[in-house]
């Protein structure tokens, strides 16, 4: 079952923090999130396993609420390359390949 | 550098002409996948193989096949496309099919039909 992105689209000026969030309606192994800039293939930024634990490299950092099924990406202090739309991916058991959600789509202006 | 390359990165086609896709990769991964990617919308996954099984999607029309003929190489066979089918075709492999490892896509291959 697809997860649930919000928000669809957000517009930060450089500097700005944002959140995007990834619910599901079913128990989650895993939540994989993904960066795509416009034609070009999705790159991975990180993966989250439950048991809630906490993620984060540079600025970008997330976090897993297996209880609520809901994985959040924060974004710290914006640059303008950070734009793009992301996408969650989450596994709800063991042999099955990601769901992807629909993305949120991200852009950072000046 | 290991990485998963797709060719061509586009490819025009006419209404109805079979056109075949190719990926391959050097990461000896398990797992290859094909996604659908239509502007604005997430990845939709086709197809994927987990060494030679091979296992599809439900609702993935009969006009799409696929051929895995070695760990390296993968093809998305268009047997008739139709308009419908101009997207973004995107391959990715995986170590194994669940855990925490990530999927390594390609730069894709754009489709356009005439």
């Known amino acids: 079952q697809q997860p649930v992105q919000s928000p669809q689209a957000v517009i930060l000026r450089e500097g700005e923090d944002a959140v995007i969030n990834c619910s599901s309606s079913?128990?989650?192994?895993?939540v994989h999130w993904y960066r795509q800039k416009h034609g070009e293939a999705p790159v991975f930024l990180m993966i989250?396993?439950?048991?809630?634990e906490q993620k984060g490299h540079d600025k970008i950092s997330a976090s897993f609420n297996e209880k609520k099924q809901q994985s959040s990406l924060y974004l710290t202090a914006s640059q303008l390359s950070y734009s793009g739309t992301y996408f969650c991916?989450?596994?709800?058991?063991?042999?099955?390949?990601?769901?992807f959600g629909k993305g949120t789509r991200l852009s950072v202006i000046a | 550098d290991a990485m998963v390359i797709q060719n061509p990165r586009y490819q025009v086609t006419q209404f109805g002409k079979p056109v075949t896709l190719s990926c391959s990769q050097t990461?000896?991964?398990?797992?290859m996948y094909w996604y659908q990617q239509k502007s604005s919308q997430a990845p939709k996954l086709l197809f994927h193989?987990?060494?030679?099984?091979?296992?599809n999607e439900a609702d993935t029309p009969d006009n799409f096949q696929s051929r895995r003929p070695n760990t390296s190489f993968c093809f998305l066979d268009i047997r008739s496309p139709g308009l419908g089918d101009a997207a973004m075709y995107l391959c990715?492999?995986?170590?194994?099919?669940?855990?925490?490892?990530?999927?390594?896509f390609g730069p894709g291959t754009r489709l356009l039909v005439l």
């Open positions: 990715a492999t995986s170590r194994v099919l669940a855990g925490p490892e990530t999927q390594y």
């Open positions: 079913k128990a989650l192994y895993s």
């Open positions: 989250l396993l439950k048991g809630g």
């Open positions: 991916g989450t596994e709800g058991s063991g042999n099955t390949p990601l769901v």
């Open positions: 990461l000896n991964h398990n797992v």
């Open positions: 193989y987990y060494d030679k099984d091979f296992n």
